[in-house]
């Protein structure tokens, strides 16, 4: 099953009940039931408002909620959904401050809700939040085809442009990737090629219902956060990415809660990545310790030469898959630079590398002879393979 695989275990069995157990569960969770009354005796849609106006209340006197309400709160909003619930939680939570232990338990909801990969070996996301604003080249979907080349499994998720030109799903489609695939062709591009791109809306369906929500309200909310927490095939490594060092404690917090085993939440010069145009900003997530590390890295001191931003521009998916496509091939310069360093940290993360400086110089040697280009034929190949396997089972 998936929980085994990532290490993220449900906190209750919400997902295995019916609804009205769920709501049982949730007033366990928010409030103490009256002896000898139980939320089976009332109609479930009336008790799942009662508890969504009990959670609004709490808001609004600006207390946290805890890992498990969190969690309780999400599943009940989406089993019977309400826009204007929807609307005024993300916000007062917003106006709050949102807790780690908050997001880790919207993000074991989203899970519970998932479509999942099996994996028979540990995979690894390089993912960000996005929402950074520059217009980079697609760094991160760039360096996941690198570090697989180097000898990491990268399970990707992403999905199309929301704020930017060119998502990761949008430059992986120009680079002739099948995007759409389900479970069981994930799990042959992962293992034929080493890499594998679960696309958020088919694996998270669940999030559908909470995108005019965000579409209207317009402002970052904690959905902004949850996207490189769902990993649907349980990535236990990682190099996340965030738009601003002010979240940065925050990802790492509710990445501890979820118990991955070791994560890098990085921030550098504006970007959701490592850049050579500055020092980067690093929370470090470890399996068994209690304490976030914060520390800086300089790309200098891993041989990475200072570039601008404008080095690192990109526009629309043709013009980032072509740009992606020349360092796949070898080419050398700021972009190939800047995938080589994402590269590199996620193996020293994923501990294929015994540190970064020798991480990225893994990530250099395949990048320049060009196994970066053979890794992604290979994906393309297994891919239009799956794809056309799962249309035809489908006719």
Known sequence: SYWPASGIKPAHKMCQHTSTKRDACFQDYCAPKAPGNTTQEHNSMQAAGMQIREVLEH?????????????????????DFSAEQAAALLVLLRAKGETPEEIAGMARAMLG???????????????????????????????????AAAGAHIAKTGNRSVSSMCG????????????????????????????????????????????????????????????PLLNPAGAQFGLVGVYSTDISELMAGA?????????????????????????????????GSKELKRYSLDPKDLGIPRCEVKDLAGGDAAQNARILMDVFG??????????????????????????????????????????????????????????????????
Not at 59 to 79: F, G, P, V
Not at 176 to 181: A, E, T, Y
Not at 276 to 282: G, L, Q
Request: glycine content about 10%; aromatic content about 2%; overall charge negative.
């Open 59 to 79: 808001l609004i006197e600006r207390k946290d909620l805890s890992e498990q309400q969190s969690e309780a709160m999400l599943n009940t909003l989406l089993d």
């Open 255 to 287: 990445l501890m809660k979820l118990g991955l085993k070791k994560v890098l939440v990085v921030h550098s010069s504006g970007l959701d990545e490592l850049t050579p145009m500055a020092p980067a900003d690093i929370v470090e997530v470890t399996a």
């Open 113 to 147: 809700k998932a479509l999942t990969v099996e994996t028979s070996v540990p995979v690894v996301d390089i993912v960000g939040t996005g929402g950074d604003g520059i217009g980079s080249v697609n760094i991160s979907t760039g360096a996941s085809i690198v570090a």
């Open 330 to 395: 070898g080419a050398q310069g700021p972009v190939a630079d800047a995938l080589n360093l994402n590269a590199g940290v996620a193996l020293a993360a994923a501990q294929i590398a015994p540190d970064p400086a020798t991480g990225v110089a893994m990530a250099q040697e395949v990048q320049r002879a060009g196994k970066a280009g053979g890794v992604l034929e290979r994906w393309i190949e297994t891919s239009k393979r799956e794809a056309a396997a799962e249309l035809g089972a489908q006719s």
């Open 168 to 227: 990761s799903a949008d430059v992986l489609e120009a680079l002739n990737v099948s995007i759409d695939l389900g479970p069981k062709g994930v799990e042959a591009c992962l293992r034929e090629a080493r890499v594998g791109f679960m696309y958020a809306p088919r694996y998270h369906p669940a999030m559908k219902a909470m995108r005019s929500v965000r579409g209207a309200l317009k402002v970052r909310t904690a959905f902004n956060l949850l996207g």
